[in-house]
C-alpha cells in the first residue's frame, strides 16, 4: 500500500530531530510534526537548560554534520575536562581528570536550543525531510500496512512507521496504551546561568547535599556557569521565590563558595523531576525513543545522551531493513531496537535513582560507609577509569566497560581501543 511518507516523527526536540538527520541519507521519505512554533517566531518557547553531551553523542553529531553548527563561535559548547564531586554530609569525594583516560574531555556542556536550532538547520537541507510545526498529534489508528496520523488541524498523513519523539508525557505512548513504570521525585531542579569571581576551569562541579545535588556545569566564558540543583520540591519553591541576593549568598554557602563570591545570577526557572520507563518501546507500526521511552533524574546528566543513542540504534536498524527492501515498521523487527537499548537505559535508570536515594539519607553512620565509598572509587585508578569511560559515553556496559554495544553513528575511529 502506498503511503505520504516512510517514516512519521511525532516530537521535533532534540532526540526526534536528531534521529531524522540519522535517517537523511536513507532515501526514506520522513515528516516531523512539532508542536511549538517555528525556530524564527517570537512566541515559540525557546529551551533555556544547557545539557553534558557525552563523548558518544559527539560523535553522533558530527556523523550527521550537526557538531561543526553547535561548536559555531557564538555561545560554543564549553569542555569537561575534569569533574569534582563530593559529598556535604561526609569527607567523600570523586576527582575525575580526562587526561587519565587520554581523552581532551569527558564531554561538553551546550546549549540545548543551539543544539536544536543545529539540528533544524541540518533538516533544512534535506529534501526527504519535512517538518511541520505548529502541528499537534491528536490520535492515529494503525492497520495492517500502515499507520495513519491525525493532526490537531484536521490533517491525515500516513506512513509505514510512526516514533513517539513527544517527551515524558507523550502522547503516542498513550494512544498505544504502553505501560509506563515510574514515579514522581518530589524534587525541582533550579536552572540558571551564574556568574562567578574565580574561573571554573572546564571542570564540572556537583555537590550531594541531603536536600538534593548541586551542580555547577562550565560554560564557554570561563566565568559562567549553568547551575542544575535539584531539590525537594518545598524547599526549592523557596529557593525560587529568595531575592537575588539571598539567593546568591545561599547559592554560595551551599556550594562551599568553591568558585568564590557568587557575582551575578541570571533569571531561575524550576523542572519537576521524574523517573519513569516504558514497559515495551515498540508495538506494530510504532516505536518509542527518548523521554518518551524513559526519563531519568538530571544528576548525572544521562538523559539526552541515552535518548541520542536510542536514535541512533533506531536509524541503524531501520536503515538495515529499509536497504533489503523489507517492512520495517513490523514489530518482529523493532523489537530488535527494544533487545539493544531497554537493558542500558534500565541500568542508567536504575545508577541515577539509587545515586539520588544514597545521597539523599542523613544519618552520620551511613554517611560515614558512603564517603569512604566515594574515597574508595576515587583511589582505586581502574575503577576510576571505567566510571570516566561510563560518564564520557564511551562504554556502555557498567560490567565490561566495552563500546561493543554502541551503534555505529556513536563509535569514532580513536574509541575501538575501548
Ligand atoms: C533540569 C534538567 C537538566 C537536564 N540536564 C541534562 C544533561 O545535562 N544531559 C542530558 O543528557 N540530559 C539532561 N536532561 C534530560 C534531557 O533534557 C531530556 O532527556 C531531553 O530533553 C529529552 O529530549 P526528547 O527530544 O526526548 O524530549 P523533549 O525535549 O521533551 O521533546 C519532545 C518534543 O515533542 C513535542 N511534542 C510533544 N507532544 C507533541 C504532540 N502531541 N504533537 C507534536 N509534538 C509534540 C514537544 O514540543 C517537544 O519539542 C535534563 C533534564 C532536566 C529536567
Not at 520540591?233 to 525560587?240: G, I, Q, R
Not at 546568591?248 to 524550576?270: A, S, Y
Not at 574508595?376 to 556502555?396: E, N
Amino acid at each position: 500500500m502506498s503511503t505520504d511518507c516512510d517514516i512519521i516523527i511525532n516530537g521535533g526536540g532534540m532526540v526526534g530531530s536528531a534521529l531524522a538527520c540519522l535517517l537523511a541519507d536513507s532515501g526514506l521519505s520522513i515528516v516531523i510534526l512539532e508542536s511549538n512554533l517555528p525556530p524564527g517566531d517570537k512566541k515559540a518557547s525557546k529551551d533555556i537548560r544547557v545539557s553534558a553531551l557525552t563523548l558518544a553523542t559527539k560523535n553522533i553529531f558530527d556523523s550527521i554534520d550537526v557538531w561543526q553548527s553547535v561548536s559555531h563561535a557564538k555561545n560554543p559548547p564549553a569542555p569537561i575536562m575534569e569533574m569534582q564531586i563530593w559529598d556535604a554530609g561526609s569527607s567523600g569525594q570523586i576527582h575525575f581528570d580526562s587526561a587519565e583516560i587520554g581523552e581532551p574531555c569527558l564531554g561538553y556542556i551546550a546549549s540545548n536550543q543551539k543544539v536544536l536550532d543545529s539540528l533544524y538547520t541540518r533538516i533544512k537541507r534535506s529534501s526527504n525531510i519535512k517538518i511541520k510545526f505548529d502541528c499537534v498529534l491528536k490520535d492515529y489508528k494503525i492497520s495492517q500496512d500502515q499507520v495513519a496520523v491525525l493532526t490537531e488541524a484536521g490533517a491525515t498523513i500516513t506512513a509505514s512507521l510512526l516514533i513517539g519523539a513527544d517527551g515524558a508525557s507523550s502522547r503516542v505512548r498513550t494512544i498505544a496504551g504502553l505501560e509506563n513504570h515510574g514515579w514522581p521525585y518530589n524534587q525541582t531542579a533550579i536552572v540558571a546561568t551564574v556568574e562567578s569571581e574565580k574561573q571554573h576551569n572546564n571542570t564540572a562541579w556537583q555537590r550531594f547535599l541531603p536536600t538534593g545535588p548541586l551542580a555547577f556545569l562550565p560554560l564557554a566564558d570561563l566565568q559562567q556557569t549553568s547551575i542544575v540543583w535539584s531539590a525537594d520540591t518545598a524547599y526549592a519553591n523557596e529557593l525560587l521565590q529568595l531575592n537575588d541576593a539571598d539567593f546568591k549568598e545561599t547559592l554560595g554557602q551551599k556550594f562551599e563558595n568553591r568558585l568564590g563570591e557568587i557575582k551575578n545570577v541570571g533569571p531561575r526557572n524550576g523542572f519537576p523531576l521524574t523517573l519513569a520507563h516504558a514497559e515495551l518501546y515498540t508495538d506494530e507500526r510504532l516505536a518509542l525513543i527518548g523521554d518518551a521511552a524513559h526519563r531519568m533524574h538530571p544528576l548525572a546528566g544521562q538523559g539526552v545522551n541515552m535518548g541520542l543513542l536510542d536514535a541512533a540504534v533506531l536509524a541503524e536498524i531501520i536503515q538495515g531493513h529499509s536497504e533489503q527492501g523489507r517492512d520495517f515498521g513490523k514489530n518482529f523487527r523493532l523489537k530488535a531496537y527494544t533487545r539493544w537499548r531497554k537493558h542500558d537505559n534500565q541500568l542508567m535508570l536504575m545508577a541515577t535513582d539509587g545515586f539520588k536515594r544514597v545521597f539523599g539519607i542523613n544519618q552520620p553512620m551511613l554517611n560515614n560507609i558512603r564517603g569512604q565509598g566515594m574515597n574508595f572509587v576515587s583511589g582505586l585508578p581502574p575503577l576510576r577509569r571505567s566510571m570516566m569511560r561510563l560518564a564520557s559515553g564511551m562504554a556502555s556496559g557498567i560490567i565490561t566497560g566495552m563500546t561493543g554495544n554502541l551503534p555505529r553513528a556513536a563509535l569514532s575511529s580513536t574509541s575501538s581501543r575501548w
